[in-house]
């Protein structure tokens, strides 16, 4: 059964930095593209960065430059690097296989003085 499994998010200070990583079991993780996207309370899921198999990478307007998306076929797992955080980027994160159509139980970001 293909299951993604988020962590890394909490409470960080405007400005500061944290590290997600989504840890994907049951499914051939070097064959996929993996993403991640994020809900903020009262708005909808929208996406932020996107990593093919080969490595190629995009991501939102709202987030190039300051977040950086990779993998570790290795370890099986993603990871999002979210550099310069502002309140804006309060939010749930999620991890998502656009190919197997699986989302993790996402992880919360907190971004607050």
């Known amino acids: 059964q293909e299951q993604l499994v988020e962590s890394g998010g909490g409470l960080v200070q405007p400005g500061g930095s944290l590290r997600l990583s989504c840890a994907a079991s049951g499914l051939i993780f070097t064959s996929m593209s993996m993403g991640w996207y994020r809900q903020a309370p009262g708005k909808e899921r929208e996406f932020v960065a996107l990593?093919?198999?080969?490595?190629?990478?995009n991501y939102a307007d709202s987030v190039k430059g300051r977040f950086t998306i990779s993998r570790d076929n290795a370890k099986n797992t993603v990871y999002l690097q979210m550099n310069s955080l502002t309140p804006e980027d309060t939010a749930v994160y999620y991890c998502h296989c656009p190919n197997s159509g699986a989302w993790g139980q996402g992880t919360q970001v907190t971004v607050s003085s």
């Open positions: 990593i093919t198999r080969l490595g190629v990478t």
